[in-house]
T-cell receptor, first 114, second 110 residues
Framework: EAGVTQFPSHSVIEKGQTVTLRCDPI?????LYWYRRVMGKEIKFLLH????????ESGMPNNRFLAERTGGTYSTLKVQPAELEDSGVYFC????????????FGPGTRLTVT | AQRVTQPEKLLSVFKGAPVELKCNYS??????LFWYVQYSRQRLQLLLR??SRESIKGFTADLNKGETSFHLKKPFAQEEDSAMYYC????????????FGGGTRVLVKP
């Protein structure tokens, strides 16, 4: 069984540019979560999808972040325009419904904004 | 608000010595507590969860609701235990999202 995959593994962009991160959950997992770890801080929740619906987006830092989950399959997280403080590692995790089941994590995308 | 505190950023022990990673939490309701581990160049993975009451790789953790703690213990540390360990909390009321502590880096010296 393939695990959670994320693309790209590393992205370096300039302040003001746009970046889109992608997450492919484990097949059949309806729950999809985004988390991030900024330098020196703990891993923090960003948002939660159940299938294609946003269940909880209370962790999204501001309206420069936009997440989508097309057809309840893969998800994208777009940052537009990127700021320096957005640098960090973005993790995606998936789990089965209804929960609480183990969340399986992807390898993360390291975003560097210069 | 839910919160997880791991007071130690770094724990350095010798091989064969006991190791204990501290975790304290605050949560209104019945929490689910987890320990996740990230080995070098690997993804974050579940080590154990309190409801399963298992011992994984020699590690155990007991939920103490009175002290709101979920400390991770291993009686004899091995070099392959060197990793980053995160205590995490979730609950149905919060949609099962995970709240993480800051993490503890464990270094097991030969």
């Amino acid at each position: 069984e393939a695990g959670v995959t994320q693309f790209p593994s590393h992205s370096v962009i300039e302040k003001g540019q746009t970046v889109t991160l992608r997450c492919d959950p484990i097949s059949g997992h309806d729950n999809l979560y985004w988390y991030r770890r900024v330098m020196g801080k703990e891993i923090k929740f960003l948002l939660h999808f159940v299938k294609e619906s946003k269940q909880d987006e209370s962790g999204m830092p501001n309206n420069r972040f936009l997440a989508e989950r097309t057809g309840g399959t893969y998800s994208t997280l777009k940052v537009q325009p990127a700021e320096l403080e957005d640098s960090g590692v973005y993790f995606c995790a998936s789990s089965k419904l209804p929960g609480p089941y183990e969340q399986y994590f992807g390898p993360g995308t390291r975003l560097t904004v210069t | 608000a839910q919160r997880v505190t791991q007071p130690e950023k770094l724990l350095s022990v010798f091989k064969g010595a006991p190791v204990e990673l501290k975790c304290n939490y605050s949560y209104s309701g019945s929490p689910e507590l987890f320990w996740y581990v990230q080995y070098s160049r690997q993804r974050l993975q579940l080590l154990l969860r309190h409801i399963s009451r298992e011992s994984i790789k020699g590690f155990t953790a007991d939920l103490n609701k009175g002290e709101t703690s979920f400390h991770l213990k291993k009686p004899f540390a091995q070099e392959e235990d060197s990793a980053m360990y995160y205590c995490a909390l979730s609950g149905r009321a919060a949609g099962n999202k995970l709240t993480f502590g800051g993490g503890t880096r464990v270094l097991v010296k030969p």
